[in-house]
């Protein structure tokens, strides 16, 4: 075994012990999820962690994001990146541990659920990085866990960097993240380049003419209207783009109307763009905004529709070199068939933002969250599309091996870098 793998194994030695403690962590903060910059009471779990073991520890960042620093002598810099928000979302796992809690979202009450897995985050996070004070002879340099606000609207990373992260702290070597996925438990997986599509989000207002439900010919019905849309928009991915050039295009919102017997004035069309190219990205928006004008034109509409952004995230890309040394680190740790290769997602991450600003090479990686007996059941089936993904009121990943996993990693790719 190669000299990092084995000092990251001395310093995981003291794993097993924590692990107790850990799950008591992960589920108060699945009890007590918080929706985007809301996240205090997480990020001060996360503080008080790191300053228990010794971290310099700055709060405030971006609003609620943390960020620790452990100087240990001479020697690179390692970020490791936890995001911490969860999602309004009615939770449905019926866990012993659920959350019940609801929040305030733009004035309005909303059911709060970590439906994306950012407790276990915040969770490995604090566990590798408690791990690693405990071991200082293991390793040389800094160690600099970040807890970001608001990955899931896509605004919390560049709001850290808005509020000086780049002077306020040193340069990262490499930047590392992980998020938890479907995939069987204990299985980490990566790739070199794109890993996550870029997200585009957009909003459509369709304007027509209200009239009385029984007089059409007063009338120019955005419902019709913003249905022709809808159907048009369908065409881009299957008829403009190349079979080999990969996109989503989905509406997942339609608005119009109050009651069946009047024609409104307007319809709310709101989608999400996935791309994994730029140029693609650039054809697939081209070709929103031309058919949203030509069918509001052909529905003799009396005002051009309005289109409006509402979140981006850019694609990230992993360090090619800094790849291959973080799957070296873990396939020198991890037995053979736990370390995979993966095919870029359609989920979308603002994880990347940071290697951007700060021209440092990053890396991110998947650990499976799904119980590897039922993942391995539903592959025999061809049925891993049914599992509940992020995002789904029933996403539940199960605590063992996923916990355990997802700090060993951080630590094993840490000291890809760090080892002394
Ligand atoms: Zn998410
Ligand atoms: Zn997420």
């Known amino acids: 075994m190669a000299k990092p793998a084995l000092q990251a194994q001395s310093i995981l030695s003291n794993l097993g012990p924590l692990v107790t403690d850990l799950e008591s962590v992960y589920k108060d903060i699945h009890s007590h999820p918080e929706l985007s910059m809301q996240e205090k009471r997480t990020a001060g779990v996360a503080a008080d962690r790191l300053r228990s073991v010794g971290y310099e520890v700055t709060t405030g960042i971006g609003k609620t994001g943390v960020v620790g620093l452990?100087?240990?002598?001479?020697?690179?810099?390692?970020?490791?990146r936890s995001d911490m928000d969860a999602l309004p979302v009615r939770e449905a796992t019926g866990l012993p541990y659920a959350s019940n809690v609801t929040a305030n979202e733009n004035?309005?009450?909303?059911?709060?659920?970590?439906?994306?897995?950012?407790?276990?985050?915040?969770t490995w996070l604090i566990g590798a990085a408690t791990?690693?004070?405990?071991s200082p002879d293991a390793w040389r340099g800094t160690l600099m866990p970040v807890f970001q606000p608001a990955e899931e609207t896509g605004t919390g990373a560049q709001a850290m960097i808005d509020d000086g992260l780049l002077k306020r702290f040193p340069k990262p070597t490499a930047i590392l993240g992980q998020h938890v996925m479907v995939g069987s438990s204990g299985v980490v997986s990566t790739?070199?380049?794109?890993?996550t599509s870029a997200g585009d989000s957009l909003q459509i207002r369709m304007f027509g003419r209200g009239a009385h439900g029984s007089m059409p010919q007063s009338s120019i019905d955005p419902v019709v209207m913003a249905a022709a849309t809808v159907l048009r928009l369908q065409t881009?991915?299957?008829r403009e783009l190349a079979p080999t050039d990969a996109a989503v295009v989905t509406v997942g919102s339609l608005q119009a109307g109050t009651k069946e017997n009047v024609i409104p004035d307007e319809a709310i069309i709101k989608l999400n763009?996935?791309?994994?190219?730029?140029?693609?990205?650039?054809?697939?928006?081209?070709?929103?905004?031309?058919?949203?004008?030509?069918?509001?034109?052909?529905?003799?509409?009396?005002?051009?529709p309005e289109i409006t952004p509402l979140d981006r995230y850019g694609f990230v890309k992993n360090d090619p070199a800094a790849t291959r040394r973080t799957l070296d680190?873990?396939?020198?740790?991890?037995p053979s068939d736990r370390v995979k290769d993966t095919q870029p997602t359609t989920a979308s991450e603002d994880f990347g933002s940071f290697g951007t600003e700060w021209q440092s090479p990053s890396v991110f990686w998947f650990v499976g969250g799904t119980d590897p007996e039922i993942y391995a059941e539903a592959q025999k089936s061809g049925t891993t599309a049914d599992l509940p993904t992020n995002h789904n009121p029933r996403f539940a990943p199960v605590i063992h091996p996923t916990l355990e996993t997802g700090v060993q990693a951080l630590v094993v790719a840490s000291q890809a870098w760090l080892a002394a």
Do not use: Q, W, Y
Not at 70 to 80: A, E
Not at 131 to 134: D, G, R, T, V
Not at 329 to 334: E, I, M, T
């Open 107 to 122: 004035g309005k009450s909303v059911p709060v659920m970590h439906a994306c897995g950012h407790d276990m985050h915040v």
């Open 329 to 334: 680190a873990f396939r020198s740790f991890f």
């Open 70 to 80: 452990l100087r240990n002598g001479d020697g690179p810099v390692i970020m490791l």
């Open 273 to 304: 763009v996935r791309t994994f190219d730029e140029n693609v990205r650039k054809r697939v928006l081209g070709a929103i905004e031309r058919i949203v004008n030509a069918e509001a034109e052909a529905s003799r509409a009396p005002k051009k």
């Open 191 to 195: 790739r070199s380049g794109v890993i």
């Open 131 to 134: 791990l690693m004070a405990k």
């Open 236 to 238: 881009i991915v299957s």
